[in-house]
Every structure is written in structure tokens, then in C-alpha cells.
């Protein structure tokens, strides 16, 4: 993945051209896509997701479980500083958003509730990942 520049100074109109409408709507509107129906949901493939909007490594295979959420759920991410959290007070209710520490992209939410040894839940949304098999 290859991106123009910085992502961090990428214009809206880069950011256009660069990513599809859904994965627009999602890591720079801060969208949501409908559970259930997502590309990683259900994915077992062994690897890397990445970040779709700049190819940051931020969750193993190996972290990712069914919370039966609809969405990519992870308990850990690869690295705390490759994802930024910031609370969200959309929709009515307070939550912990998490953003690409690289280029800023809306990814999902972290919840408390997740299994050990960490106790979280990161909730993803499939269009604002990418996914790079280990190799083999």
C-alpha cells in the first residue's frame, strides 16, 4: 500500500482517491458497517490485519475471537502505541473510540468486556482493515 505522503497531512480530496467510498465513510467519518455482514467477521486466515487506510500493522490473528458482536473482535492490539483512543460521546452514549495512530483512521470501538488476558474487546470495523497472510 502505497500512499502520496504523509498520511497525517493527507487532504480529504487524497483521501478520496485513495480509499473506496465504504472505507472513506468509515476511517475518516468515524461510520459504522451493519454486523454480521463484514469481511473479517468470520475471517481465520493465520497473519496480520493492517490498517486500511495506511498499512500500519495493528492486530495478530492470533488476538482476534468471536465475541459474537457481528464485528472483528481482538483482545489485544500488536503494539498500544500503533492505535490512539479518545472518548466518544456520539449516539448518546460514552465510549472509547480507537483511531490509527499513524494516519488517524476511525477503526471501532474498546469495551471492558473482553476475554483474558486483557479484558478488552476491541469491536472493528472490517472496512477499515486489511489483512496480510503470515507467511508460510
Known amino acids: 500500500m502505497?500512499?502520496?505522503?504523509?498520511?497525517?497531512?493527507m487532504t480529504d480530496a487524497e483521501w478520496?482517491?485513495?480509499l473506496s467510498l465504504e472505507q472513506y465513510r468509515i476511517?475518516?467519518?468515524a461510520g459504522t458497517e451493519p454486523p454480521?455482514?463484514?469481511?473479517?467477521v468470520h475471517h481465520k486466515e493465520t497473519g496480520m490485519y493492517v490498517c486500511a487506510g495506511c498499512g500500519e500493522a495493528l492486530?495478530?490473528?492470533?488476538?482476534k475471537y468471536d465475541s459474537g458482536s457481528g464485528w472483528p473482535a481482538f483482545w489485544d492490539a500488536v503494539d498500544p502505541n500503533?492505535?490512539?483512543q479518545h472518548t466518544d460521546t456520539s449516539h448518546g452514549m460514552?465510549?472509547?473510540?480507537?483511531?490509527?495512530?499513524s494516519c488517524g483512521g476511525h477503526l471501532g470501538h474498546v469495551f471492558p468486556?473482553?476475554?483474558?488476558?486483557?479484558g478488552s474487546r476491541y469491536c472493528i470495523n472490517s472496512a477499515a482493515l486489511g489483512f496480510k497472510p503470515a507467511p508460510e
Open 36 to 40: 454480521h455482514r463484514n469481511a473479517y
Open 94 to 101: 460514552v465510549r472509547v473510540e480507537v483511531t490509527c495512530a
Open 82 to 84: 500503533k492505535i490512539e
Open 59 to 63: 492486530f495478530d490473528s492470533t488476538t
Open 113 to 118: 468486556d473482553g476475554p483474558a488476558p486483557t
Open 2 to 9: 502505497s500512499l502520496p505522503k504523509d498520511p497525517k497531512t
Open 16 to 18: 478520496r482517491e485513495h
Open 27 to 29: 476511517l475518516r467519518e
